[in-house]
């Protein structure tokens, strides 16, 4: 059954965002859009504070479908198992479908990926699995995602030949993950984060209960965001440059942490950052547009 209104909010990646506005917006399916980054950047909310400003919202607009980010392009990690559980709590007849792109690789997902009708993402990015790999999840049985999805795709592949590849790549990357959380990967991030804020950074962070294994950093000079790119492409770090300067980094395995803080041992002169030319000032507004991104990595994006 179709939805007749759908909760977004203003933390979901802006192209997809307005994408899913028109799409909607042309389907004759009702939108009402939560706006959460004020609350999240500029007061500090927590995560039972976005959770309850979520179910209210569901429940004052008589949504009856909700979709959401587990992690946001910023780094956001939205409460989504407090979320899908007490509308399984309160038996809520809410569709919800959950993006784990930026989830998978950054945080754990067993507390609630069974839990949302459809949880969709890929492997090839930040479970650094490479060869795209998409996967999606659906919540049981008798889910009419479940059954509608088969009955869509599945007829017109049956023939065709199946690329193993990205199976084999993504079943040594989970194992590489579960390997680097077992010695310490957590203790290894906060070693990261105490250098780089000793160093000519700054660390752009919401609520310590909103957090994840993305970080966002900005030089304390107001910086040229190509040559950020060139320093750090320089060193096989791969991150997103925002406009204003703002640099996104992933700390999912312990090797790109270690790249990281190798840079930073270097001395001012050696690692680039007296050579960064000054640019007017700014802040990371959230908005997912992009200067430039090392290695190619579209960081900022969704999936």
Known sequence: DRCERVLLTDLTWPPYLLWMLEHFGSSGIDVSLLPLKHAVWKEGRSADDIAEMILTQLQ?????????????????????ATILNELHHQRAHTATVVDASQAFGHIVTN??????????????KWVRAYLPLA???TKHDGSS??????????PNYRNETMNFSPLITTCGALSDICAKD???????????????????????????????????????????PLI????????GIAAT??????????????????K????????????????????GSGQCDDSGSVACVAISDRAAGSG
Request: include cysteine; aromatic fraction near 6%.
């Open 111 to 124: 507390s609630w990926s069974h839990l949302a009708d459809f949880t969709f993402g890929g492997m090839h």
């Open 60 to 80: 004052t607009k008589n949504c009856d479908g909700l979709f959401l980010p587990a992690i946001t392009h910023t780094g956001i990690k939205l409460p989504v």
């Open 182 to 224: 077992c010695v310490g990967h957590e203790s290894i991030i906060s070693a990261s984060q105490k250098r780089l804020s000793e160093e000519e950074w700054d660390l752009i962070t919401p609520d310590g209960t909103m957090q994840s294994r993305i970080r966002l950093i900005r030089c304390h000079l107001n910086a040229n």
């Open 145 to 154: 995602i479940r059954t509608s999805l088969p009955a869509e795709f599945l």
């Open 241 to 258: 440059v925002f406009a204003d300067g703002t640099v996104r980094l992933s700390l999912g395995v312990t090797r790109d942490i270690v």
């Open 228 to 235: 950020l790119r060139t320093m750090l492409v320089g060193r």
């Open 135 to 137: 996967v999606g999840f």
């Open 260 to 279: 990281i803080n190798d840079w930073t041992k270097e001395s001012p002169k050696e690692n680039g950052v007296n050579s960064i030319l000054a640019m």
